[in-house]
């Protein structure tokens, strides 16, 4: 199975981060389903070009959280989640990633109105103009 996860090389977000809160959201929104079965830690590394050690980490803090069980001998599997609980997750991950953004931003010595810009440039370049 290959997962629709994006790394991006040049984002100050950590890796492993990036990979979790994509995997995260891929589960509490519903397009990964319970019992799913994950690439193993090793599949997982080799296909996003990063250490084994980074998706451990992924898979436990996943797991932690209560969206991934691991069984031995079979492998990692997304958990049984709680759909209202999920959509909390996933507002707190985004929120948590826009914050990452704007930190960034400001950490470039970007002005309000210049990271308001870009932030508004990308929402119409994915969300299309609204009216």
Same mark, same amino acid.
């Given at each position: 199975m290959? &997962?629709?996860? @994006?790394?991006?090389?040049n984002?100050?977000?950590p890796?492993y ?6 995997l995260?959201? =891929?589960?509490?929104?519903g397009?990964? =389903?319970?019992? *799913? ?8 590394a @080799?296909? =996003?070009?990063c250490?084994l ?7 436990? /803090?996943l ?6 069980? *691991?069984? @031995?001998?079979s492998g *990692?599997?997304v958990?049984?989640? /709680?759909? /209202? ?5 996933? =507002? ?10 704007i ?5 470039a010595g970007?002005?309000r109105?210049e990271?308001e810009?870009?932030i508004r440039?990308? &929402?119409d370049?994915?969300?299309?103009? @609204?009216?």
């Amino acid at each position: 199975m290959r &997962l629709p996860i @994006q790394i991006n090389e040049n984002s100050a977000e950590p890796l492993y981060h990036q990979i979790e809160s994509q995997l995260r959201a =891929l589960i509490v929104s519903g397009q990964l =389903l319970e019992n *799913t079965l994950l690439p193993s830690n090793r599949e997982l590394a @080799q296909s =996003l070009n990063c250490s084994l050690i980074t998706i451990r980490r992924v898979y436990q /803090d996943l797991e932690a959280e209560g969206l991934l069980r *691991t069984r @031995q001998g079979s492998g *990692t599997f997304v958990a049984k989640v /709680d759909t /209202d609980a999920g959509s909390k997750k996933l =507002l707190q991950t985004a929120e948590a990633a826009v914050e990452a953004a704007i930190e960034a931003g400001m950490a470039a010595g970007l002005t309000r109105h210049e990271l308001e810009e870009v932030i508004r440039h990308e &929402l119409d370049r994915r969300y299309g103009k @609204q009216q």
